[in-house]
């Protein structure tokens, strides 16, 4: 490139990042879209709102999450030393609480009574569900039965949590049922509503929304390292399914001459149907409203995704991210179960830290790049999550492999 | 005259409305589908919108997201519907045939080859469910080069001023639908519905068709007074849902679109 790309025009007026995002919707949704959009260009600009959302990430989420070195994790490895940014430490457990709280900090500006939500696994909908508890706004989170049924606990902490949550009777009863479901209760009652995505997807302006909430991830992480080295990263990494915490962190180093990498999940190899990495396997496509880099089939029908990490398991992405690695800002690279499951063992015996899942990819990346950068090099690795959510995931894994 | 000019203008006469059957293409399966439409033509439908099959129909209700599952797995594709188009259009000259899509099947395809097959098959126009007037341009140059009709669709939601500009330019007609939510059978038309419609009638350079969860000859005959055509999609679909026998299911299908055919006079 002869020019370094203006990261800050992006995406245009009508949500697009280049080709990607846009608004690809029914008519029914384009109004409240739009009064969503208005709204959050208004509101998000204005010194009360700015204020509120810097007391609550203080006060309440416990903001800023430190970096931390990774002195023993760093010594084993060859080549570049490893930093987390830990958003294990975020309030809730999970980067997810930085977008809900400005979401739902959104609906109450916006003099909403109610927020909505779909879940798959259920990190989501804890996450809205913590957040509109914390506001006193009613939240309603619509989970298929397969996967209420699977995810009890989680169902129980949004119960626990005041939220309303609405079993997906029809279809295949899991996420893509559960989207459906509630758009089609939002479109009921959008004047009092606002519906909450739970990723940096979806149609305008969800993923420009998300991004912007999760920024903070990436605007600490790169004060708190000048701050502890007087340096940059050679590189950032974070995990992506959807890719919110991995656009938050992305955003602090966008303008930097530092490395980004965005690792999706290869689940059990390369076939169809073993894994979600869209961005290396999928081609353009549109799902859910916006276009983007899908896992689609020969006739164009978005293919079923799989991995062990059930916050990465979505056929599309957001579109940031497809801009970013066409325009070869950032790189996406694959980490497959297994090689996932070893980094969370590894990071816990090592530094005494528990990562999710999802992050544990992240880890498992940095490892394997370290090789490529000297000793004096650093990775930050955006540990977007904490993994006590999946000690009977991976004793699953476990027995499922006859260990 | 185009054949959809030819239509509405040939119903006018004879004073009453169109008649625009949705039918899922390739539901139950490819066969039977393409049976169910030559039921519905010979019992007095007008149009047939070609509903191709998507696993996440973002604007469909219950009914027609199941009908499309099945469909899918029955082995439902594109250029199978667009062949089994081209055959209704051999038997059929005069029935309108529309192209009900969402987007990422016609992009996956390719805009461009999908306008020029279904042009050449002789479809009539295109109804993509997830291009709001926005996004229009993606498919909307296509159209045009090949002769095709792009449908836009207002629904309840649309303000009057978007609506303006959403049915400006149009050819063909404009579909006045609630999608998603309100899709599905409903025991009444909305009263302020008829308000809404002469609006956006008055605005429109081309008619104006209603589908509202249209399932009987009485709501039928109430919208047909002022609208230029009744649509009606998951009442239809959804005769052929239940367990009974192709032929039984066959049999009120056609029962449902003969009744809403005699229905569609209006009242002097």
Redesign the interface.
């Known amino acids: 490139m002869s020019e370094p790309a203006n990261y800050r025009l992006t995406p245009d007026a ?1 949500g697009f990042f280049g080709v990607y995002g ?11 879209l739009r009064e969503v959009a208005d709204a959050y260009n208004r509101i998000s600009r204005c010194a009360d709102f700015i204020a509120e959302l810097r007391y609550i990430r203080k006060h309440f989420q416990g903001r800023p999450t430190p970096v931390s070195y990774c002195r023993r994790l760093s010594d084993r490895l060859d080549g570049a030393r490893i930093y987390l940014k830990r958003e294990d430490l975020n309030h809730s457990g999970a980067h997810k609480l930085n977008h809900c709280m400005g979401e739902v900090l959104l609906a109450k500006y916006m003099g909403k009574k109610r927020v909505i939500a779909e879940t798959g696994a259920g990190q989501h909908g804890v996450a809205l569900a913590t957040a509109a508890a914390y506001f006193g706004l009613e939240c309603e989170i619509h989970m298929g039965e397969v996967d209420i049924a699977k995810q009890a606990p989680n169902v129980a902490r949004m119960k626990l949590l005041g939220a309303k949550v609405v079993p997906v009777s ?2 295949l009863r899991t996420l ?2 559960a ?2 479901s509630a ?3 939002y ?2 009652d ?1 004047v009092s509503t606002l519906y909450c995505i739970g990723s940096v997807v979806g149609p305008h302006p969800f993923p420009l929304l998300v991004r912007d909430f999760q920024e903070v991830v990436g605007i600490e992480a790169r004060e708190q390292f000048l701050e502890m080295t007087g340096n940059l990263p050679e590189a950032v990494t974070a995990c992506v399914g959807g890719g919110s915490n991995a656009m938050g962190i992305f955003r602090g180093f966008i303008n930097d001459p530092t490395a980004l990498y965005g690792v999706e999940p290869l689940g059990k190899g390369p076939k169809t149907g073993d894994h979600a990495a869209s961005m290396t396997y999928g081609t ?6 916006f276009k983007c880099y ?1 896992l ?1 089939d020969d ?4 293919l079923p995704v799989y991995s062990c990490a059930s916050g990465l398991d979505y056929p599309g992405v957001g579109p940031e991210h497809c801009l970013l690695a066409d325009q070869g800002r950032a790189s996406y690279q694959v980490v497959n179960d297994d090689e996932a499951v070893a980094a969370f063992e590894l990071l816990s015996r090592l530094e005494g830290i528990i990562p999710a899942l999802e992050s544990s990819h992240a880890v498992a990346q940095a490892m394997h790049a370290a090789r490529r950068y000297a000793p004096e090099d650093v990775i930050i690795v955006n540990l977007s999550g904490r993994g006590d959510k999946d000690m009977d995931n991976i004793r699953q894994y476990k027995e499922g492999r006859g260990q | 005259m185009n054949r959809l000019a030819e239509l509405f203008s040939s119903c006018a006469r004879s004073r009453r409305a169109a008649l625009i059957m949705y039918a899922t293409a390739g539901y139950p399966d490819m066969a039977r589908s393409e049976a169910a439409i030559e039921g519905a033509i010979a019992s007095g439908a007008d149009m047939i919108e070609l509903g191709v099959p ?6 469909d ?2 009914v027609i ?2 009908a499309a ?1 099945a469909a ?1 797995e029955q082995g439902a ?2 250029p199978g519907i667009l062949a089994m188009a081209g055959r209704i259009r051999q038997r059929h000259p005069k029935t309108g045939l529309i192209l009900f899509s ?4 016609i ?3 390719g805009v461009d080859r999908l306008c020029e097959d279904f042009a050449r098959l002789g479809g009539d126009g295109i109804l993509a ?7 229009r341009e993606e498919l909307l140059p296509s159209c045009r080069a090949r002769g095709l009709h792009l449908i836009p ?7 009057l001023e ?1 609506a303006r500009r ?1 049915v400006r330019d149009t050819t063909g007609f404009v579909y006045y ?5 309100t899709t599905g059978v409903r025991a009444a038309v909305a009263a302020e519905l008829e308000e809404r419609v002469r609006q956006v009638r008055q605005a429109s350079p081309a008619p104006v068709v209603v589908g509202f969860g249209i399932s009987s000859g009485v709501q039928a005959h109430r919208v047909a007074q002022y609208a230029d055509g009744v649509v009606a999609g998951s009442a239809y679909v959804r005769c052929f849902a239940d367990g009974r026998g192709f032929p039984e299911q066959l049999a009120s299908a056609n029962d449902l679109v003969g009744e809403l055919a005699e229905n569609l006079h209006v009242d002097p």
């Not at chain 2, 469910?129 to 996004?135: I, N, Q, R, T």
């Open positions: 009508a846009g608004v690809h919707v029914p008519e029914c949704l384009v109004g409240p029809f279809g893509k049922e989207v459906d758009f089609t209760e479109l009921k959008p353009p496509g549109i799902i859910h409203g899908l689609q006739k164009g029908e978005p | 998507f696993s996440d129909p973002m604007a209700g219950p997201c199941a599952k899918i594709t594109l969402y987007m990422n099947m992009f996956h395809y469910v997830d291009l709001p007037l926005e996004e669709l207002v629904s309840p939601a649309t303000s978007r959403i639908v609630s999608l998603r939510g």
